[in-house]
């Protein structure tokens, strides 16, 4: 089987449970939740869906996101930092926001993804400073620009 295919039965095969069984889960905060949502039924419905999608995107990343990475020269602390981070801002959408009704468990959910977002960032910068060199098409908007402003040669 090609390897997109085992990805996507991958996240198919975890979000759909997802999606059917999170408010068996989660039975005693739904109620609360539902009854307290100021937005419609439909909209927490499609809310539910996409969360339950980055669940099984979060989980087919697990599974072969770090054999991706492994092709590309990273620091490994680096690698690993940023592929626990990916996961975990994929795979925690669907606890965290049917925890909403622990005010401590939402504040540690918080501070753990801003954690994640500034690993991701830190690669980012990595990858940028590292790579130095302008790609293709800014090269081709630096020419326009030259040509536009009648600089360069």
């Known amino acids: 089987m090609r390897e997109s295919l085992k990805v996507l ?19 005693s905060n739904h109620t609360i939740v539902y009854e307290t949502a100021t937005a419609p039924l439909p909209f ?60 401590e468990m939402h504040i540690l959910f918080q501070i753990t993804q801003i954690a994640a977002s500034l690993i991701l960032i830190y690669l980012m910068l990595f990858i940028i400073k590292r790579s130095g060199e302008p790609s293709n098409e800014e090269k081709k908007q630096k020419a326009i620009a030259e040509k536009i402003l009648g600089i360069g040669d």
């Open 9 to 27: 039965a991958i996240i198919f095969a975890f979000t759909l449970p997802a999606l059917f069984l999170s408010r068996v889960a989660w039975e």
């Open 44 to 103: 927490v419905i499609i809310l539910s869906g996409i969360q339950s999608l980055a669940f099984g995107l979060g989980i087919a990343f697990i599974v072969f996101g770090y054999f991706w990475m492994k092709k590309y020269s990273l620091p490994k602390n680096l690698k690993i930092a940023s592929f626990f981070s990916i996961s975990w801002l994929l795979v925690s959408w669907l606890p965290r926001n049917n925890l909403l009704h622990s005010t």
